[in-house]
């Protein structure tokens, strides 16, 4: 990297960190970024991470999980793990979602994932409108994976860990392609769906696998055949 | 005895000495403590001190990944650094962060060195 794409990129980092930056100052010493992924997907879990970031990190390349490939989300994976003082993950499975609902499934997997932490944050950054059940400090950041730095390391490394999951769900469940979507509402997917029915871990609750020609929606642990 | 995450941590620290020996680096140290941080590595290459973290998984990519995040760590690698950067009267060494991912899947080993990791501000 060239001196001068060096220090653009560790602009970029910094300007990341305002939020951050106004906690420590305010006597904060640890800052957790808060995610979460999965919430639209049709089948799977949601995750949720939570990343406390040490105070003079700037951690090359990293930005909003959406903005990144595949592989890069990856390598930061290693790094975030390596320079993290601490990272907490939460699931909430398909029968947690559709037991409750996939916001209150959301939160509770932040929460899980906040309480997984190895210290307790001074404060929380947590990405959208929501604040969690936890009785210190936080700010919901609408569109924080965006705007701070540790709500994206925690976007990342939830983001990570989903899919991880979904790849192993697909040995277990194949043919409806959830190696490749993940989970999530793609021609493929719905095609396999018309085509074999739900599998075990699809939610019931979401309208989408409703509308798509399920006559019997959905009494918990039973799958559903065409 | 089954393979303990210590165990697998050393093994994985090892394979990455000799790989970033192969790669032309001087070996400084290993496993150097400063107080609650741990370096894994130091190395040196030019006139360019690095701080080696080095991550290994076991089963492909990096085992079942709930498991491998939710290590408790507390590393604090740049204290750490500046620690040794001021116990060796280093402080105006050039110096960057590395990180080396390690995976062995079936006696295969993938290794992944990610240069510049990250940067300290301190």
Redesign the interface.
């Known amino acids: 990297m060239s001196r001068r794409a060096t220090q653009v990129e560790q602009q970029r980092l910094r300007a990341m960190l305002a939020l951050e930056r106004s906690l420590w100052e305010g006597g904060a010493s640890y800052v957790a970024g808060v995610d979460e992924a999965g919430r639209g997907a049709l089948a799977g879990p949601v995750v949720a991470a939570a990343v406390i970031l040490p105070r003079s990190m700037l951690i090359r390349g990293l930005n909003d999980s959406k903005q990144l490939t595949p592989a890069a989300r990856d390598r930061l994976y290693v790094v975030i793990s390596c320079a993290a003082l601490g990272i907490g993950v939460g699931v909430v499975d398909h029968e947690g979602i559709d037991r409750e609902n996939i916001r209150r499934a959301n939160l509770r997997a932040m929460r899980q994932a906040v309480d997984a932490l190895p210290l307790r944050p001074d404060h929380l950054l947590i990405d959208g409108v929501d604040c969690i059940d936890w009785p210190w400090p936080q700010t919901p950041v609408i569109d924080g994976d965006a705007k701070s730095l540790s709500v994206a390391a925690a976007s990342v490394m939830a983001k990570v860990t989903r899919d991880r999951l979904m790849v192993e769900c697909d040995q277990r469940y194949p043919g409806y392609g959830f190696a490749r979507h993940k989970g999530y509402g793609t021609a493929e997917h719905i095609e396999a769906i018309n085509q074999h029915g739900l599998c075990p871990i699809h939610r019931r609750s979401f309208r989408v696998t409703r509308h798509n020609g399920f006559r019997s929606p959905p009494s918990r642990g039973q799958v559903s055949r065409e | 005895m089954p393979d303990t995450t210590r165990a697998r941590g050393a093994r994985g620290e090892a394979i990455a000495a000799r790989f970033l020996a192969a790669k032309g680096y001087e070996i400084l140290d290993r496993n150097y403590r400063a107080g609650r941080g741990e370096l894994d590595l130091i190395v040196r290459q030019d006139d360019c001190l690095v701080f080696v ?1 080095v ?1 290994t998984g076991s089963s492909r ?2 085992g079942p ?2 498991t ?3 290590v ?8 750490a650094a500046v620690r040794y950067l001021q116990t060796h009267g280093l402080n105006d060494a050039a110096c960057r ?1 590395d ?1 080396v ?1 390690i995976c062995q899947d079936r006696g295969r080993t993938n290794i ?1 060195h ?1 240069e ?7």
Do not use: L, M, Y
Request: glycine share 4%; aromatic share 18%; charged share 40%.
């Open positions: 973290e991550k990519q990096f990944p709930e491998w995040v939710d408790r760590k507390q590393r604090r690698v740049t204290r962060f990180v991912g992944v990610i510049n990791a990250f940067w300290s501000e301190e």
